[in-house]
């Protein structure tokens, strides 16, 4: 293999003692009882990139590079020198290793596996505190230099680009991107790898695989997102829905000692993984990214075992004999002990005519950096009166030269925060229209035109604007239980006291006791989150359902 590795490498561990600490002798020495010594030849590859699972190495002498491969060449990312480690947050995640780990200069190291390395993080507070901090940050660091195996060729033109740069960017998936709309060469690039215009947007998968307009589920395929988890053996709970509530379950369910999986249909954070800046969450008074929050969830959750399946909705569930089975869209089915539902909901579409023919292309339902990048400058248009219609309104007045809000109701004052309403209120960026819904949309290929109309009077105005946000009210995602429970009439599931006797015996409610405070009608089925009915539908209540839902799995097991 032709190599160019660089004289200096691309991450530099001057930069930061947090990215590339040095461990201590006495801290080696208690990873060493955990793992076996290994001889460092010069040359040897310890790690390639895609193997999965990747072992862990910590360096008593010699040298380790880490090493990026992109077309049959080489560049330094680091090295690790004596009493450093290699891995970063795929170790933990269970998922394939980004790059080649080789020997630069022959030595000694202890090399661990993957459980061998999480028996220490959760054991070890100090070593774990250590190795945790260090793969977090250095996956940040991955990230701000799109260091990775994905190279997406892409057009900000076309909807499903920004459909998959948002399942990478929510999934924490460091990537590499083209722009087509920016390169000099475009034809040339394509026939490079044998794809055309059409096929676009386009995933180069470890420099060997080609996904052309891939889904959700092929991607994480082929990124081995969900090669390293068993789902035939009997789980003590599944959760499905990785949002605030479905991690917070996970989190305290697999710290308790419960064999715990994950199914999340696209990324972690739900709704909440949309939101720009989350700013009354206890203990985050800088605020906090509903991306970075459920990042950090998922990272702990996996620390105590949690498990996650990625781009795997639940089909349907059977609920007729325990234990449960939920049939996934691969063809599994897995089973399950007790259940925690924490599905959440999506947003509504208003009735408008050609509005989804701009979702990702002018239309969005999430105000991230992503999306606020292409609006830089322009006019944009929120829907919405909740809060999280207000954190993007007021997110986007930062870089949008203006920001309507469209708010079908008199005000906000009943269905928003109060710091919210004085944020845009004081913003003079923001024009706040009650009573106001959208009528029409155009454009070509992308948004170009909004009309929206006073319910008061009936008079109606055209705007030159390309981008809406859709901040509109949830449905809950309950259509895959097929009866199982009972819901509302809104269709959200009924938990607790607001269970019937009709509800119960329709049920056949089988045990003497009543069902437990977030307990839906079948016993051992909870419901959390946004998809449970009567839940205050804010992310700190969410974590706090999610987490009291494990103590009562508890008691349901042992019952």
Same mark, same amino acid.
């Given at each position: 293999?032709?190599?160019?590795?660089?004289?200096t490498?691309?991450?530099?561990?001057? +930069?930061?003692?947090?990215?590339?600490?040095?461990?201590t002798? #006495?801290?080696?020495?208690?990873? #060493?009882?955990?793992?076996?010594?290994?001889?460092?030849? #010069?040359?040897?590859?310890?790690?390639?990139?895609?193997?999965?699972?990747?072992?862990?190495?910590?360096?008593?002498?010699?040298?380790?590079?880490?090493?990026?491969?992109?077309d049959?060449?080489?560049?330094?990312?680091?090295?690790?020198?004596?009493?450093?480690?290699?891995?970063?947050?795929n170790?933990?995640?269970g998922?394939?290793?980004l790059?080649?780990?080789?020997?630069?200069? &022959?030595?000694?190291?202890?090399?661990?596996?993957r459980?061998?390395?999480l028996?220490?993080?959760?054991?070890?507070?100090?070593?774990?505190?250590?190795?945790?901090?260090?793969?977090?940050?250095?996956?940040?660091?991955?990230?701000?230099?799109?260091?990775?195996?994905?190279?997406?060729?892409?057009?900000? +033109?076309?909807?499903?680009?920004?459909?998959?740069?948002?399942?990478?960017?929510?999934?924490?998936?460091?990537?590499?991107?083209?722009?087509?709309? +920016?390169? &000099?060469?475009?034809?040339?690039?394509?026939?490079?790898?044998?794809v055309?215009?059409?096929?676009v947007?386009?995933?180069?998968?470890?420099?060997?695989?080609?996904?052309?307009?891939?889904?959700?589920?092929?991607?994480?395929a082929?990124?081995?997102?969900?090669?390293a988890?068993?789902?035939?053996?009997?789980?003590d709970?599944?959760?499905?829905?990785?949002g605030?509530?479905?991690?917070?379950?996970?989190?305290?369910g697999?710290?308790?000692?419960?064999?715990?999986?994950?199914?999340?249909?696209?990324?972690?954070?739900?709704?909440?993984?949309?939101?720009?800046?989350?700013?009354?969450?206890?203990?985050?008074?800088? #605020?906090?990214?509903? +991306?970075?929050?459920?990042?950090?969830a998922?990272i702990?959750?996996?620390?105590?075992?949690?498990?996650?399946?990625?781009?795997?909705?639940?089909l349907?569930?059977?609920?007729?004999?325990?234990?449960?089975?939920?049939?996934?869209?691969?063809?599994?089915?897995?089973?399950?002990?007790?259940?925690?539902?924490?599905?959440?909901?999506?947003?509504?579409r208003?009735?408008?005519?050609?509005?989804?023919?701009?979702?990702?292309?002018g239309?969005?339902?999430s105000?991230?950096?992503?999306?606020?990048?292409?609006c830089?400058?322009?006019?944009?248009?929120?829907?919405?009166?909740?809060?999280?219609?207000?954190?993007a309104?007021?997110?986007l007045?930062?870089? &949008?030269r203006?920001?309507?809000?469209?708010?079908?109701?008199?005000?906000?004052?009943?269905s928003?925060?109060r710091?919210?309403?004085r944020?845009?209120?004081?913003s003079?960026?923001?024009?706040?229209?009650?009573?106001?819904?959208?009528v029409?949309v155009?454009?070509?290929?992308?948004?170009?035109?909004?009309?929206?109309?006073?319910?008061r009077?009936?008079?109606?105005?055209?705007?030159?604007?390309?981008?809406?946000?859709?901040m509109?009210?949830?449905?809950?995602?309950?259509g895959?239980?097929?009866?199982?429970?009972?819901?509302?009439a809104?269709?959200?599931?009924?938990?607790?006291?607001?269970l019937?006797?009709?509800?119960?015996?329709?049920?056949?409610w089988?045990?003497?006791r009543?069902?437990?405070?977030f307990?839906?009608?079948?016993?051992?089925?909870?419901?959390?989150?946004?998809?449970?009915?009567?839940?205050?539908?804010?992310?700190?209540?969410?974590?706090?359902?999610?987490?009291?839902?494990?103590?009562?799995v508890?008691?349901?097991?042992?019952e």
């Amino acid at each position: 293999m032709a190599e160019s590795l660089a004289p200096t490498p691309l991450i530099s561990p001057e +930069h930061s003692a947090r990215m590339f600490p040095t461990l201590t002798s #006495a801290q080696i020495a208690r990873i #060493a009882a955990h793992g076996s010594r290994r001889l460092l030849r #010069a040359g040897e590859t310890l790690i390639e990139s895609g193997d999965q699972p990747a072992p862990f190495f910590v360096v008593r002498s010699g040298r380790i590079d880490i090493v990026r491969v992109s077309d049959d060449t080489e560049t330094l990312v680091t090295t690790h020198g004596a009493g450093a480690f290699t891995g970063e947050a795929n170790l933990l995640l269970g998922r394939a290793a980004l790059l080649r780990a080789r020997v630069a200069e &022959a030595g000694e190291a202890i090399e661990l596996t993957r459980e061998q390395l999480l028996g220490i993080v959760q054991n070890d507070t100090e070593i774990g505190d250590i190795v945790m901090r260090g793969f977090i940050y250095r996956r940040l660091e991955l990230i701000s230099h799109g260091l990775s195996d994905v190279v997406v060729l892409g057009s900000m +033109h076309c909807a499903s680009t920004l459909r998959v740069k948002e399942f990478l960017i929510r999934n924490s998936h460091p990537f590499s991107y083209i722009d087509l709309d +920016h390169e &000099a060469d475009v034809d040339a690039l394509l026939q490079r790898f044998h794809v055309s215009s059409k096929d676009v947007p386009v995933l180069i998968c470890r420099g060997r695989t080609v996904l052309r307009n891939p889904t959700n589920e092929e991607i994480a395929a082929c990124l081995g997102f969900n090669a390293a988890v068993d789902r035939v053996h009997l789980r003590d709970v599944v959760v499905v829905g990785a949002g605030p509530a479905g991690l917070a379950a996970a989190v305290y369910g697999a710290s308790e000692g419960l064999d715990v999986l994950v199914l999340e249909a696209n990324a972690p954070g739900g709704q909440a993984g949309s939101s720009s800046r989350i700013e009354n969450y206890l203990g985050f008074p800088t #605020a906090i990214s509903g +991306h970075e929050l459920a990042a950090n969830a998922l990272i702990q959750a996996q620390k105590f075992g949690a498990e996650l399946v990625i781009a795997q909705s639940a089909l349907s569930l059977t609920c007729n004999r325990t234990p449960y089975r939920i049939a996934v869209r691969d063809g599994q089915t897995i089973p399950a002990r007790t259940i925690v539902l924490a599905s959440g909901a999506e947003y509504r579409r208003p009735p408008v005519d050609r509005l989804s023919q701009f979702v990702g292309a002018g239309v969005y339902y999430s105000a991230t950096a992503m999306e606020a990048q292409l609006c830089k400058g322009d006019e944009v248009i929120v829907i919405g009166g909740g809060n999280s219609a207000g954190q993007a309104a007021v997110y986007l007045s930062g870089f &949008a030269r203006r920001v309507y809000m469209l708010v079908r109701s008199e005000s906000l004052a009943a269905s928003m925060s109060r710091y919210l309403i004085r944020r845009i209120e004081d913003s003079p960026s923001i024009v706040l229209l009650t009573r106001t819904e959208i009528v029409a949309v155009d454009g070509d290929r992308e948004l170009s035109s909004v009309t929206w109309r006073d319910t008061r009077d009936g008079t109606t105005q055209t705007h030159e604007i390309g981008h809406v946000f859709l901040m509109t009210g949830a449905t809950p995602n309950t259509g895959w239980l097929g009866g199982c429970v009972a819901l509302d009439a809104k269709g959200f599931v009924k938990t607790g006291t607001t269970l019937t006797a009709e509800d119960l015996a329709r049920a056949r409610w089988p045990l003497p006791r009543a069902p437990h405070s977030f307990e839906t009608s079948l016993p051992g089925i909870f419901a959390v989150g946004d998809v449970r009915s009567g839940s205050m539908k804010r992310v700190a209540s969410a974590v706090g359902e999610g987490s009291a839902a494990i103590a009562l799995v508890h008691q349901v097991l042992a019952e």
